[in-house]
């Protein structure tokens, strides 16, 4: 397991935008991919973007959103400062949630992560959207 820390939620009126951050204190943060989750209270949680390593033989730095943020949202990766971020766009009141960063240590690719297989998460950030 390795610690995440995500910052940058907050509130937002419907139609704006916040970007997410979430640093890792992993020293193979480039290995392995890593995706954002979120959960709303009494909803299943899921996995909305991930983004494989940037191996250019394996991962490639390749995207997955699921549909519900597709085109409105972009996960994009720093490895140099072992920092994820979530850019969301077009916010609606359906994505108020509870973000979280997630990552399996072993994965380079995002194969079992969206289907819930991680081992490291962080503590998540809290995004509301409302007028």
């Known amino acids: 397991q390795v610690d995440l820390v995500e910052s940058g939620g907050g509130l937002s009126q419907p139609g704006g935008s916040l970007r997410l951050s979430c640093v890792s204190t992993?020293?193979?943060?480039?290995?392995?991919?890593m995706a954002w989750y979120r959960e709303v209270p009494g909803k299943e949680g899921e996995v909305i973007a991930c983004?494989?390593?940037?191996?250019?033989?394996?991962?490639?730095?390749?995207?997955f959103y699921t549909d519900s943020v597709k085109g409105r949202f972009t996960i994009s990766r720093d490895d140099a400062k072992k920092t994820v971020y979530l850019q969301m766009d077009g916010l609606t009141v359906e994505d108020t949630a509870v973000y979280s960063c997630?990552?399996?240590?072993?994965?380079?690719?995002?194969?079992?992560?969206?289907?819930?297989?991680?081992?490291?998460w962080g503590q998540g950030t809290q995004v509301t959207v409302s007028s």
């Open positions: 983004i494989n390593n940037n191996d250019p033989d394996r991962g490639r730095g390749r995207t």
């Open positions: 992993d020293g193979r943060f480039d290995y392995h991919a």
């Open positions: 997630v990552t399996h240590t072993s994965a380079p690719l995002c194969d079992g992560i969206v289907q819930g297989e991680f081992d490291s």
